[in-house]
């Protein structure tokens, strides 16, 4: 057997560099594939709680006609979070698994990151709403406002961190959501998250793939 054949079974069967690396990279994808996890799966997930959750939300409201009661629309929206968190970070733990090095510990900061910052706009939002009392239409501008205008921020962190152009548009979209739900004002804040963000999230979920599908073609 000379330099440029290979015995990958030992059982006398010889290939030939081309077909050395050809099985190389069929085992490296075949390993790729079982290492990832895809991302289109967890913002369809999101979609689903925001557009389900905050348009039950709106739907609950007086002045778009209270078609549900208020505690019903508040049990959805929580238990479909609740989903959406754990579904995330089992996704989290399994697109980690296999990685190693800066890869690794920039994914574990990145994901700190939605944590510190949640964590922070959460006590800031809690404070304010107690200062701001008996107005509820603030107090739901405040929460909803803040909340996509921080995802939105994080998003775009992503996309300049990996130098991706989706999460980094999506990110954008989100942002400028954010900053139109306040100016419409409730109820219709409500139905911007629902729609735009909820719809934001299935439509990032669609394009994402697509790309991936055209990369496997490619390859």
């Not at 205008?149 to 990110?171: K, S, V």
């Amino acid at each position: 057997m000379n330099e440029d054949e290979v015995d990958p079974a030992g059982e006398g069967q010889s290939l030939s560099a081309a077909e050395s690396l050809d099985l190389i990279a069929r085992q490296h994808e075949r390993t790729r594939r079982e290492l990832r996890t895809s991302p289109a799966r967890l913002l369809g997930v999101w979609a689903l709680a925001w557009l389900v959750g905050w348009g039950l939300v709106y739907l609950s409201d007086h002045r778009a006609g209270a078609l549900l009661p208020g505690w019903a629309a508040a049990v959805v929206v929580g238990v479909l979070f609740v989903c959406a968190i754990g579904y995330t970070a089992w996704h989290s733990t399994r697109v980690s698994r296999g990685i190693r090095g800066p890869s690794r510990r920039i994914g574990r900061m990145y994901g700190w990151a939605w944590v510190i910052s949640f964590g922070s706009m959460y006590l800031v939002d809690l404070r304010l709403t107690d200062l701001l009392g008996d107005r509820p239409d603030v107090i739901a501008l405040l929460w909803s406002g803040t909340s996509m205008l921080l995802t939105g921020a994080l998003y775009l962190a992503g996309g300049m961190l990996w130098q991706d152009p989706l999460p980094y548009g999506f990110g954008a979209w989100i942002s400028v959501c954010g900053g139109l739900s306040v100016l419409i004002g409730v109820p219709g804040n409500f139905l911007v998250l629902s729609l735009a963000g909820g719809g934001g999230f299935a439509v990032a979920a669609v394009v994402f793939v697509v790309r991936d599908r055209k990369g496997r073609a490619a390859r």
